[in-house]
């Protein structure tokens, strides 16, 4: 669960670790994630939109401060990209399978557990 005192230490392929922290937490709104990356500064904000129906948009903003943040970041743009490319559907997966799952529990239904019609 995410809260305002929420910290995250990532471990990077390479080997890395980098600790972020909250910086902001606006429930339903935004939160976001400040860190170092190297020598830089890191902010992710994820900004959130309520859409029609039971949708949400999720907006990521990644800012970075320090010596070559304007270089690095083109290409920590890619890769971060790329990372998202695979990571959003699985996230979506996921949420699907979980909300499927509470909802069959809600329903006293069993996963994969179909309905007849006469």
Same mark, same amino acid.
Do not use: C
């Given at each position: 669960?995410?809260?305002?005192?929420?910290?995250?230490?990532?471990?990077?392929?390479?080997g890395?670790?980098?600790?972020?922290?909250?910086?902001? !937490?606006?429930?339903?709104? +935004?939160?976001?994630?400040?860190?170092?990356?190297l020598? &830089?500064?890191? /902010?992710?904000?994820? @900004?959130?939109?309520?859409?029609?129906?039971?949708?949400?948009?999720?907006?990521?903003?990644?800012?970075?401060?320090?010596?070559?943040?304007?270089?690095?970041?083109?290409? !920590?743009?890619?890769?971060? +990209?790329?990372?998202?490319?695979?990571?959003?559907?699985? &996230?979506?997966? /996921?949420?699907?399978? @979980?909300?499927?799952?509470?909802?069959?529990?809600?329903?006293?239904?069993?996963?994969?557990?179909?309905?007849?019609?006469?």
């Amino acid at each position: 669960m995410v809260t305002p005192n929420s910290r995250a230490t990532l471990l990077l392929a390479n080997g890395l670790r980098s600790t972020y922290h909250m910086i902001e !937490f606006h429930p339903l709104r +935004n939160w976001k994630w400040a860190g170092p990356f190297l020598w &830089l500064r890191i /902010e992710y904000d994820h @900004l959130l939109e309520s859409l029609p129906g039971d949708s949400t948009r999720v907006t990521f903003v990644v800012d970075g401060e320090g010596f070559g943040s304007s270089l690095i970041g083109r290409l !920590f743009t890619i890769v971060y +990209n790329r990372n998202l490319d695979r990571a959003i559907p699985a &996230l979506t997966s /996921e949420m699907n399978q @979980l909300a499927s799952r509470d909802n069959n529990q809600a329903t006293g239904r069993r996963a994969g557990a179909r309905s007849l019609t006469p």
